[in-house]
């Protein structure tokens, strides 16, 4: 997805509603972070998986905005059917 969730007030909050998706569903959202590079410009990686599985995975400069990013692709991938 190109549109990454910026810091502030989000008009959606893609985790909350991912997090919502996984319990209709039954299953366990888990979020993995990782960061790389300096202190001072970290980039952070945020894999996400539902019930054990790996969906989607998102990039930003802090650990919250990279959850939104991956938690924003996992939303599109439930939209469209999976």
Known sequence: MSNNF??????RDYINEFN????????EVQY???STGPKNN???TATLSL???TWTKGSAKTKRE????A???AIALV???Y
């Open 71 to 73: 938690a924003r692709d």
């Open 6 to 11: 910026q810091g502030g007030a989000s008009p």
């Open 20 to 27: 919502t998706v996984g319990q209709r569903r039954g299953l």
């Open 51 to 53: 019930g054990g599985t």
């Open 42 to 44: 970290e980039l952070w």
């Open 66 to 69: 990279a959850k939104a990013n």
């Open 79 to 81: 939209q469209n059917g």
């Open 32 to 34: 993995e972070c990782t």
